[in-house]
């Protein structure tokens, strides 16, 4: 069993990677994606109304800012932010960043209900007053704890799902006409710029590839972005806005300060994954001296750079949205960054190539007639006989599927 002292070291670990991350993610986001979805939370606010946005795997709220700007540039002078995370210690940390934060008594959760407010008030957030709840609870099962959002967000987070498991959470969490915004999606390839480490018999790109190919097969993220869409087009969602949102992290003396922070994290996932790749084989004393001559140069005066980014048929980063014939809209973005671990408790590892994505519903689910019913409880029995009538939903393995049991 683990002790005390062992899962201390390990949330310290962990805070401290999402602290590191959080200015890295907020320079990668994909601006054409931020515009679309500034355009979308003007058209859902038309009328005066409070739009309400969940946040998948929340973390230490590295979204909120994001969120309050965008809302800000939209004329929306309210929102309601719901964070969702397993790991509670994570969001209250992250709330430590608003010491304005004015609390206020939060709801009594239902009866077996798997979620758990443990913090709510207002909060003024570029010039934008922030409703926010922090609630403890399984980021897939939103759905069925809350009524659905206008706005659906998960940042660094659609990779470590099957996209099947994905988009059905999608589709339950967020109204028809609604749209999900899913920054920082793994998908492509991670290499190092710059000069090169120079280790005989191994090259950088034969390292990095064996690391990409790591985290698909050890750590079972889902990296093909275009199988994405195509899962959340079946469950009525469709692409309005996608664009690059490479994640560069500088290493050397004379990288900025948010990059040598970073930077540690990186090299530490790098080293962790590629020599693995090689034992058994004629190149593993390289993939050894590979990883440590990537942790000489983070002190190093050359100047070199990791950059994860997603280069599908050659070296064009794509771009995509997601539109709905009622506006409803799926943005998505091809962005760079490094992964996460697949159990809680794990080192998060550097994702190569992501995606920044929000989407949207465009219609509301069929029923199935046969268990329809009449009276005020159809429209409740239609929406959940459609989520349920094939088979029970996977469920996704934990600290993978949550968010806060594993770094962002």
Sequence with gaps: TRSATADAATADARNAYLAAKKAVDARSRSEAVADALTARLEELGRGGETVRVCDLGAGRLGLLRSFAAAARAAGLAKLDYVAVDADAALLLDGLGDWPAFAERDVETPPPLSRHRPVAAGLVQIAGVAVALTLVEGDALDVGDAYPPFDVVAANAFADLVRPEIL??????????????????????????????????????????????????????????????????????????????????????????????????????????????????????????????????????????????????????????????????????????????????????????????????????????????????????????????????????????????????
């Design 167 to 408: 988009a059905d959470a999608l589709a339950r969490a967020c109204r028809p006409g609604g749209c999900c915004y899913l920054p920082i999606v793994h998908a492509g390839a991670t290499r190092l710029t710059g000069p090169s480490l120079d280790v005989a018999g191994l090259d950088d790109g034969e390292a990095c590839a064996a690391y990409g190919l790591a985290l698909v097969e050890v750590q079972g993220q889902h990296v093909d972005v275009d199988r994405l869409v195509e899962v959340v087009g079946r469950r009525g969602l469709s692409v309005a806005a996608r664009g690059a949102s490479d994640w560069v992290v500088s290493l050397g003396r004379a990288a900025p300060a948010a990059d040598a922070a970073f930077g540690a994290f990186v090299c530490d996932f790098l080293g962790l994954g590629v020599p693995p790749r090689f034992f058994g084989t004629s190149n593993a004393a390289a993939a050894v001296d590979w990883a440590r001559r990537l942790q000489a140069a983070r002190t190093e005066p050359k100047a070199r750079a990791v950059v994860a980014s997603k280069t599908p048929g050659g070296n064009q980063t794509s771009r995509c949205a997601f539109k709905m014939p009622r506006g409803a809209l799926l943005n998505a973005s091809s962005i760079g960054e490094n992964s996460r671990p697949a159990r809680p408790g794990a080192g998060r590892h550097p994702r190569a190539g992501r995606t920044s994505t929000c989407s949207s519903r465009s219609r509301p689910r069929r029923a199935n007639p046969r268990r329809a019913r009449s009276g005020p409880t159809a429209a409740a029995t239609r929406s959940r006989s459609t989520s349920t009538r094939s088979r029970p939903r996977p469920r996704a393995r934990r600290g993978r599927a949550h968010k806060g049991a594993s770094m962002e």
